[in-house]
């Protein structure tokens, strides 16, 4: 079983930035195929923001924070981390962080493919 945490959720200026962390204990994080970082909006569904796969290395971005956001983990620390910076107030969501067994390419936004949730952080951009 695996646990994941989010923190550093928070209210921040557009513009502005923050760092989401992600806490994994239960199993070590070198032992996930995909940890992916996703977020939900109120009236909207749950959407793939980024993820990063132990199969090929290669970390996954939406387009709509392509060149803003980037994720980074610490196998060592258990911890997954996602920088946003140059937020806008369509980016205010709670973000989830989410872990996988597997890797499914190109499919790796989809919230059903991912085993375990942590209890999501809020983030809110406004002025």
């Known amino acids: 079983q695996v646990q994941l945490v989010e923190s550093g959720g928070g209210l921040v200026q557009p513009g502005g930035s923050l760092r989401l962390s992600c806490a994994a204990s239960?199993?070590?994080?070198?032992?996930?195929?995909?940890i992916g970082w996703f977020r939900q909006a109120p009236g909207k569904e749950r959407e793939g923001v980024s993820c990063?796969?132990?199969?090929?290395?290669?970390?996954y971005y939406a387009d709509s924070v392509k060149g803003r956001f980037s994720t980074s983990r610490d196998n060592a620390k258990n911890m997954v981390y996602l920088q946003m910076n140059s937020l806008k107030p369509e980016d205010t969501a709670v973000y989830y962080c989410?872990?996988?067994?597997?890797?499914?390419?190109?499919?790796?936004?989809?919230?059903?493919?991912?085993?375990?949730w942590g209890q999501g952080t809020q983030v809110t951009v406004a002025s």
């Open positions: 239960g199993s070590a994080l070198s032992y996930l195929y995909t």
């Open positions: 989410a872990a996988a067994w597997n890797f499914y390419g190109s499919s790796w936004y989809l919230p059903s493919l991912y085993d375990f």
């Open positions: 990063f796969s132990s199969s090929d290395g290669n970390t």
